[in-house]
């Protein structure tokens, strides 16, 4: 059964930083490039950056310098270490496969609110 657990979000001022991470059971996860997705109230669900199973990563624009993408195939999860927040990063987070021709079931999700 394929599995996606987000952890980590919260409320943070701008400048803050969160540490999210995603657990990932049933699928062959050390073989999955994996992605981190956010969908902000109004708006569609947007890819945030991607990570390789070797360890390539990518970032859309607006996070790069800002959100580091790393994973621990041993475990089984990714992680998207955020600094430097803002008030526009404020989203539900959730990871999924990267390859959209592969999506698994979407978790719950993880609410970040960047606010002072």
């Known amino acids: 059964q394929v599995q996606l657990v987000e952890s980590g979000g919260g409320l943070v001022q701008p400048g803050g930083s969160l540490r999210l991470s995603c657990a990932a059971s049933g699928i062959i996860f050390n073989l999955r490039a994996m992605g981190w997705y956010r969908q902000a109230p109004g708006k569609q669900r947007e890819l945030v950056a991607t990570?390789?199973?070797?360890?390539?990563?990518t970032y859309v624009d607006s996070v790069k310098g800002r959100f580091t993408i790393s994973r621990d195939n041993a475990k089984n999860t990714v992680y998207l270490q955020m600094d430097s927040l803002k008030p526009e990063d404020t989203a539900v987070y959730y990871c999924n496969v990267a390859d959209v021709r592969l999506w698994v079931s979407w978790g719950q999700g993880t609410q970040v609110t960047v606010s002072s």
């Open positions: 990570i390789t199973s070797g360890g390539t990563t």
